[in-house]
């Protein structure tokens, strides 16, 4: 009988240091998951890209990694031209401010947004209005359960929050917390 005890209770340790170590490897890749948080902001990276190509509208923006190195990425319109244009997050110095080929331009072209009456900058604006002294990290024109919305994420303090605005009234339909399981849900749900 002790023996039995002490092989269940072995048993039980053992388990327990299973559970324990995949519990940490499921929380240490959510970390490594996470987009990381640089010293310039998105407005920043934004204010230097406009600076970059005067007279230039941003059609999108987004903190994502090129070559293995993390940068602020930006397609800016200038008249019929459209610029890619790469900020550091360090340093928030333009890396790259190329005009996008003929080839790419085409393709983006006929997988191009719609147009709405409300343009990003004024999403933008009701977004940082709706989350007061909030900071937008990212932001983007997509399709949400069919339908196109302006999604921004926006830290303020600890939070980060996720912001929809309608491109065709400008009117806040969502503005809630972000966690990592809804964010899970909805990387699974863009995978298909």
Not at 33 to 58: D, N, S, Y
Not at 151 to 161: A, L, M, P, T
Request: some cysteine; glycine content about 4%.
């Amino acid at each position: 009988m002790r023996k039995e005890k002490k092989m269940s209770k072995s048993k039980a340790r053992t388990m327990a240091l299973v559970a324990v170590s995949c519990l940490s490897l499921v929380l240490s890749a959510s970390l490594f998951a996470k987009k990381p948080h640089f010293p310039v902001t998105m407005e920043q990276a934004r204010a230097a890209a406009l600076k970059a190509v005067p007279e230039g509208t941003i059609k999108s923006a987004e903190l994502e990694k090129e070559h293995g190195k993390w940068i602020y990425s930006f397609d800016v319109r200038n008249g019929k031209e459209l610029r890619e244009v790469w900020v550091d997050p360090n340093t928030g110095s333009v890396l790259q401010n190329d005009v996008e080929s003929p080839d790419k331009e085409k393709a983006e072209a006929s997988a191009e947004k719609p147009h709405f009456p409300v343009t990003m900058e004024q999403a933008r604006a009701a977004a940082l209005k709706a989350v007061p002294g909030g900071t937008i990290k990212s932001e983007e024109l997509e399709k949400e359960h069919g339908k196109w919305i302006y999604s921004f994420d926006i830290k303020n303090g600890d939070e980060i929050r996720e912001v929809w605005v309608d491109p065709k009234t400008g009117a806040i339909f969502q503005n809630e917390v972000e966690n990592a399981t809804k964010e899970k849900a909805e990387a699974a749900a863009e995978k298909k």
